[in-house]
């Protein structure tokens, strides 16, 4: 058993290591931007090397004939990695570029919920650029008329293609009138042809992800991320500063309701890409979801692990991973093969100090515990091995530290203690999971709710 893994970061650690688990005790053939010391270790090959580098992937898969592959980041699978691999007879564990409109365009995802009847979108109105010069002045009107009347100037402005979560602005945070909207919305327009402009909901985020085989769609653990890089959720927005889950794989603020309409939501999601795409999404959807006062909205759709999420799940998973992802290929995915441990985890993720305004660490030595208890893992991301074994930083985030308990509170209390022991010029933020954080949350939909 070979696996080609295509990957860039702790998310791709975590996937290694849910493969190498596997008793059917596949070789990893790594295709990685960094010389990752947690995949290198578990990998029999390694290439470091751009990852859109296609020509580059299409030859290490020539010469390595896997059994199959599986692709971690956005940015691969979006620009139709799958596709490709697929062509040359290579099995892969992502979706084709069609069904990853799901992520690459929020008008996409936004107009599919619509046209298939999942009343789970806030309002939106999807703007397109049009060839007629004069058009761009009524675009603003219409633009500034609709967030006025329609949003009564609570709005969300989107750039409707990947942008590394950079392209979402949100008012009231990053845009401080109508015109700052109109004026960030024509930008995007100019850039990519197309932008949504959507109500601004509010209530508390989470993250649902499902293993998906065309109709067959399985849930996994509930997450909740923190994007912002400091604590009490203040600072500027980051890739994700840590994950927690609960011991009943949902979050301590959802109702079964609120859960079981999330996973519904991503069954009819999934079943209305196969319609629209004449073809079955066969990999990971993540539904990014809200949970407001009358029940759930989504956010964003992903077409790949979430990176911290994964980091929490696959840890959980008690089924064989390789298993998971042959039959998710085959289309014989059924839910007995996949069950997750009833425990709760916390994902810290120690970042260099100047994250992620600026990158002045880059290069420093890290030095990370050297004595991993079996309750916590170490999944490393934007770091590099020297050839004396050091570990040096990358500009973006170093590694996620995991705690796995019974408890939140065991949890956080066991990623927060190896947290501590990291030396060098990193910082972490030791709220993420705490009781009196999670308590925030509950007051927040206690508040809407009642
Ligand atoms: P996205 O890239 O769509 O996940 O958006 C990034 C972040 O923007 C989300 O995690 C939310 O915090 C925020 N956001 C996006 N859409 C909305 C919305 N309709 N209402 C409120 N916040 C939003
Ligand atoms: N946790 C955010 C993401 O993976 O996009």
């Given at each position: 058993m070979r696996v080609l893994l295509i990957t860039s970061s702790a998310r791709g650690h975590a996937i290694a290591e849910a493969l190498h688990r596997s008793p059917q005790k596949p070789e990893i053939i790594s295709v990685c931007v960094n010389k990752n010391p947690g995949i290198r270790s578990l990998a029999t090959e390694m290439h470091v090397q751009d990852i859109m580098d296609f020509d580059k992937i299409i030859e290490v898969a020539k010469k390595t004939t896997p059994d199959f592959a599986v692709i971690g980041p956005d940015d691969p699978i979006g620009a139709g990695l799958a596709d490709i691999l697929e062509e040359m007879g290579l099995p892969t564990m992502a979706p084709k570029k069609s069904l990853a409109q799901v992520e690459t365009s929020k008008g996409f995802t936004r107009r599919l919920l619509k046209k298939h009847g999942?009343?789970?979108?806030?309002k939106f109105q999807v703007f397109e650029k049009s060839d007629n010069s004069q058009r761009a002045l009524t675009i603003e009107q219409e633009m500034y008329t609709y967030i006025d009347q329609e949003l009564q100037g609570d709005y969300v402005v989107k750039y409707d293609a990947l942008r590394g979560g950079k392209g979402v602005k949100v008012s009231g945070e990053h845009l401080q009138s109508i015109d700052q909207g109109v004026q960030y919305a024509i930008e995007c327009l100019e850039e990519c042809g197309r932008v949504v402009i959507e109500e601004k909901l509010i209530g508390v985020e989470f993250s649902l992800l499902s293993f998906v085989s065309g109709k067959t769609v399985i849930g996994m653990p509930a997450v909740q991320d923190h994007k912002r890089a400091y604590e009490d959720d203040t600072g500027p927005n980051t890739g994700g500063m840590g994950t927690y889950t609960d011991a009943n794989l949902s979050l301590p603020f959802l109702s079964a309701s609120d859960l079981a309409r999330a996973s519904e939501i991503n069954r009819l999601t999934a079943e209305a890409l196969m319609k629209e795409c004449g073809e079955p999404y066969k990999g990971i959807l993540y539904g990014g979801f809200i949970a407001v006062k009358d029940g759930v909205k989504v956010i964003e759709y992903n077409a790949r692990f979430g990176d911290p999420e994964a980091l929490n799940i696959l840890p959980l998973l008690s089924t064989d991973f390789v298993s998971v992802c042959q039959s998710i290929i085959s289309g014989d995915l059924t839910q007995d093969m996949v069950r997750f441990e009833k425990k709760a985890t916390v994902c810290k993720y120690i970042v260099p100090k100047s994250y992620p305004e600026r990158k002045d660490e880059k290069g420093m030595e890290v030095i990370f515990p050297?004595?991993?208890?079996?309750n916590a893992r170490i999944f490393f991301g934007d770091i590099s091995e020297d050839e004396h074994g050091a570990l040096h930083l990358g500009g973006s985030r170093t590694a996620g530290i995991v705690g796995v308990g019974k408890t939140l509170a065991e949890a956080e209390k066991i990623a927060q203690e190896l947290c501590s022991q990291v030396q060098g010029p990193v910082r972490f933020r030791?709220?993420?999971?705490t009781h009196e954080l999670i308590q925030k949350r509950l007051d927040v939909m206690k508040h809407l709710r009642n």
């Open positions: 999942i009343g789970a979108s806030p050297t004595e991993i208890p079996s030791s709220d993420i999971g």
